[in-house]
C-alpha cells in the first residue's frame, strides 16, 4: 500500500498524490513540532487551554506555508458527532483565530469554493478527506469512534451523491490517528460498530486476551470498511501508516493522558 503523506521540508504531512495531481489544491496534516504555547509544541487547537495568542501564531505560521492565509479558513467546534456543513468563500474566518466564531456541533465539512481551507483538529482520531476531480469538490471529516460508527464517512458520500458526485470519481483519505495495536475499547463500542457488518468477518476488532471484554479497535480499517460499503471503489481509497500513539511527530490523547495538544488537518484550493 502506498502511503498517502509525505513529510516536506516544512514540517508538514502533505498529501502529494492529490496536490500533484491537482494544481492549486493543497491537503495535509500538522504534526505538534515548530510552535509555541502550553504543549511546547504546533498546537492548532483553542480549546485545550492553551495561550490563544500562542495558538493565533502558530496557526498564521502554518498559513504562510499552506499558501492560505488564516482569513480564509474555517473551523469547527466538534462535538464527536455526525454533523456536516457545506460552506463557501463567504464562511472564511470562522474558527480561525477564535473559538466563539467557530461552526458549532460539527464535525464534517465541504466546499467546492476556492479560496477557502476546511481545517478540523485531533488528537488519536481519524482525519477522513475527500476529493472528487471531476466537480473539484472537497471535505473532510473529523471521526472518532463515535463519528465513526454514527457513520459520518458514509454520511459525506452520500451527500456529494446527491448534489451529483459519482462514486467512481470520489478518492478518500484516511489520515495520521492511533492505530489498531494502540487503541484498546470495551464491548459496548464493539456493539454499535458491529450494525455495519453483515455476513463477512470483522476485521477491525481483535479481542485482548489478557482483559475480557476488551478489544483492539483499528479505526483506520473500519472507516475503509464504510467507504466500501458506501460504494467507494477500493482502489480509491488511501490508509496511512502513521500511528498519532506510536510516533513522537503527533500529540496523542491516550498516551499523553489527556493533557496534551491537537494536531490540525487541512483541505482547501488556493485562488
Same mark, same amino acid.
Given at each position: 500500500?502506498?502511503?498517502?503523506?509525505?513529510?516536506?521540508?516544512?514540517g508538514?504531512?502533505?498529501?502529494?498524490?492529490?496536490?500533484?495531481?491537482s494544481?492549486?489544491?493543497?491537503a495535509?496534516?500538522?504534526?505538534?513540532?515548530?510552535?509555541?504555547?502550553?504543549?511546547?509544541?504546533?498546537n492548532?487547537?483553542?480549546?485545550?487551554?492553551?495561550?490563544?495568542?500562542?495558538?493565533?501564531?502558530?496557526?498564521?505560521?502554518?498559513?504562510?506555508?499552506?499558501?492560505?492565509?488564516?482569513?480564509?479558513?474555517?473551523?469547527?467546534?466538534?462535538?464527536?458527532?455526525?454533523?456536516i456543513?457545506?460552506?463557501?468563500?463567504?464562511d472564511?474566518?470562522?474558527?480561525?483565530?477564535?473559538?466563539?466564531?467557530?461552526?458549532?456541533?460539527?464535525?464534517?465539512?465541504?466546499?467546492?469554493?476556492?479560496?477557502? +481551507?476546511? @481545517?478540523? $483538529?485531533y488528537? !488519536?482520531?481519524?482525519?477522513?478527506?475527500?476529493?472528487?476531480?471531476?466537480?473539484? #469538490?472537497i471535505? %473532510?471529516?473529523?471521526?472518532?469512534?463515535?463519528?465513526?460508527?454514527?457513520?459520518?464517512?458514509?454520511?459525506?458520500?452520500?451527500?456529494?451523491?446527491?448534489?451529483?458526485?459519482?462514486?467512481?470519481?470520489?478518492?478518500?483519505?484516511?489520515?495520521?490517528?492511533?492505530c489498531?495495536?494502540?487503541?484498546?475499547?470495551g464491548?459496548?463500542?464493539?456493539?454499535?460498530?458491529?450494525?455495519?457488518?453483515?455476513?463477512?468477518?470483522?476485521?477491525?476488532?481483535?479481542?485482548?486476551?489478557?482483559?475480557?471484554?476488551?478489544?483492539?479497535?483499528?479505526?483506520?480499517?473500519?472507516?475503509?470498511?464504510?467507504?466500501?460499503?458506501?460504494?467507494?471503489?477500493?482502489?480509491?481509497?488511501?490508509?496511512?501508516? +502513521?500511528? @498519532?500513539? $506510536?510516533?513522537? !511527530?503527533?500529540?496523542?490523547?491516550?498516551?499523553?493522558?489527556?493533557?496534551?495538544? #491537537?494536531?490540525? %488537518?487541512?483541505i482547501?484550493w488556493?485562488?
Amino acid at each position: 500500500m502506498v502511503e498517502p503523506f509525505k513529510k516536506s521540508v516544512d514540517g508538514l504531512y502533505r498529501i502529494e498524490r492529490w496536490e500533484k495531481k491537482s494544481p492549486g489544491l493543497t491537503a495535509g496534516f500538522t504534526s505538534k513540532h515548530g510552535g509555541s504555547g502550553s504543549f511546547n509544541g504546533l498546537n492548532m487547537a483553542f480549546h485545550v487551554n492553551d495561550d490563544p495568542l500562542a495558538v493565533q501564531q502558530n496557526r498564521m505560521r502554518m498559513g504562510d506555508k499552506m499558501g492560505i492565509q488564516v482569513r480564509q479558513w474555517v473551523g469547527c467546534d466538534q462535538t464527536h458527532g455526525t454533523h456536516i456543513e457545506q460552506v463557501s468563500k463567504e464562511d472564511g474566518g470562522r474558527g480561525a483565530l477564535d473559538y466563539d466564531s467557530a461552526l458549532t456541533s460539527t464535525d464534517g465539512l465541504y466546499t467546492n469554493d476556492q479560496g477557502i +481551507l476546511l @481545517t478540523l $483538529c485531533y488528537a !488519536d482520531c481519524v482525519p477522513l478527506y475527500f476529493y472528487d476531480q471531476s466537480s473539484k #469538490r472537497i471535505g %473532510s471529516a473529523h471521526a472518532g469512534w463515535k463519528g465513526s460508527v454514527g457513520g459520518i464517512g458514509s454520511a459525506m458520500i452520500e451527500k456529494w451523491e446527491k448534489q451529483g458526485s459519482r462514486l467512481e470519481d470520489i478518492e478518500v483519505v484516511i489520515g495520521p490517528s492511533i492505530c489498531g495495536d494502540c487503541y484498546k475499547v470495551g464491548k459496548m463500542v464493539v456493539d454499535k460498530a458491529e450494525k455495519w457488518y453483515s455476513d463477512y468477518e470483522i476485521k477491525s476488532f481483535l479481542p485482548d486476551s489478557d482483559e475480557p471484554d476488551t478489544f483492539y479497535f483499528s479505526l483506520q480499517n473500519f472507516n475503509k470498511d464504510i467507504f466500501l460499503k458506501a460504494g467507494v471503489l477500493e482502489e480509491n481509497i488511501y490508509i496511512t501508516r +502513521l500511528c @498519532t500513539s $506510536c510516533s513522537p !511527530d503527533f500529540f496523542s490523547y491516550r498516551r499523553d493522558g489527556g493533557h496534551t495538544g #491537537r494536531m490540525m %488537518s487541512y483541505i482547501g484550493w488556493k485562488e
